[in-house]
């Protein structure tokens, strides 16, 4: 049975979580959007910010259809890592970005782990 | 004769996994360079960013400047390669319906799109489109349609404001050209991924 398919290309919001610096960055270079209802497309995460509004927000952004895109901080995704791994849609795409006080660690990355899972596999005929 | 049939095929299925791992690695080494890139210009706009608000004061530029009245974005996202199959729907329990499923064919493919209002005309008009985007029909100016207005983030922070802002917006613009580029080579390098581990799953099994 053919599927009746739309094609989703419509232009869709990046949504951000991160520090006061990352999201004025973003935001100046025009990402934000307030909706009628005031609803934002980003979060910014301060001492205060509980590790369950970060949840709300990362779970609020990913169930969005008009966001495409959500930036997050590395060190607030490892807040969250056991939601982010568990992440499994293809849209939104989940992008984890450095911030200013905490450089960015490949070894966290998915896809550098999953490529170098795939080189370090002992090969069958290795085995003696 | 049935041998070397299949020994053709197995050495047709390694030339291609050969393909696919190459391509995996090619879009490995692309993703570590703008991660790099990425790196870097982040870095400069948070200076810029701090000599600002050295230069105008602290409260001059913090997050509760930041205007929440309804507005759109000047910078969106063109997502190319996922289409919305209708007749898939998943169940969301939490909002009683079952929404479209979103089905991935092959590697996503985002563009930046910048828009920018054209006061004149009282419409939105698409600036910097990449690629082929620029030979869309008309439809495509409709997006940022609607009651709101795209806002220019530098007035949140005062009608005079430090060289450095300006500079920061800059810096973090082309950081968001560089997260589109980035998200792109991640997307190939996650499609060339699955198909190595599916050649391989076949070579294994045969």
Redesign the interface.
């Known amino acids: 049975?053919a599927?009746?398919?739309?094609?989703?290309?419509?232009?869709?919001?990046?949504a951000i979580i991160g520090d006061?610096?990352?999201?004025?960055?973003?935001?100046?270079?025009?990402?934000?959007?307030?909706?009628?209802r005031?609803k934002?497309?980003y979060l910014?995460v301060d001492t205060k910010t509980t590790i369950k509004a970060i949840e709300d927000a990362f779970k609020d952004f990913t169930?969005r259809?008009d966001v495409?895109?959500v930036?997050i901080s590395q060190y607030i995704a490892s807040m969250i890592r056991f939601q982010i791994d568990s992440y499994n849609?293809?849209?939104p795409?989940i992008?984890e970005?450095?911030s200013?006080d905490h450089?960015?660690d490949?070894s966290q990355d998915s896809?550098?782990s999953?490529?170098k899972h795939?080189f370090s596999a002992e090969p069958?005929s290795s085995r003696s | 004769m049935v041998e070397a049939g299949s020994m053709r095929e197995g050495t047709g299925n390694l030339e291609q996994l050969d393909k696919e791992v190459l391509q995996c690695l090619d879009s490995v080494h692309l993703l570590l360079e703008r991660r790099e890139i990425l790196h870097q210009t982040l870095r400069q706009g948070w200076m810029e960013l701090t000599s600002a608000r050295y230069t105008m004061g602290p409260a001059r530029i913090s997050s509760p400047l930041f205007s929440l009245k309804p507005h759109a974005p000047s910078a969106v996202v063109d997502v190319r390669g996922a289409h919305v199959d209708s007749t898939e729907k998943i169940g969301v329990p939490e909002l009683e319906e079952e929404i479209a499923q979103v089905v991935i064919t092959g590697p996503v493919a985002f563009h930046l799109v910048e828009i920018e209002q054209d006061e004149r005309k009282d419409r939105w008009e698409i600036k910097n489109l990449t690629d082929d985007s620029a030979t869309e029909s008309d439809d495509e100016l409709t997006i940022a349609e609607g009651s709101k207005d795209t806002t220019q983030p530098l007035h949140w922070f005062g009608a005079l404001v430090s060289p450095h802002l300006r500079s920061a917006q800059s810096n973090f613009s082309k950081a968001l050209d560089i997260v589109v580029e980035l998200l792109n080579a991640q997307s190939e390098a996650a499609h060339a991924h699955g198909n190595v581990m599916s050649l391989r799953r076949a070579a294994t099994e045969n």
Do not use: H
Request: hydrophobic residues 50%.
């Open positions: 049975m599927a009746a398919q739309a094609t989703a290309r419509s232009s869709s919001l990046i006061e610096d990352t999201v004025t960055g973003f935001l100046l270079a025009g990402v934000g959007n307030v909706d009628l005031r934002t497309n910014v169930n259809e495409a895109i930036l849609k293809p849209l795409a992008l970005i450095p200013k450089p960015y490949p896809i550098l999953r490529v795939m069958t």
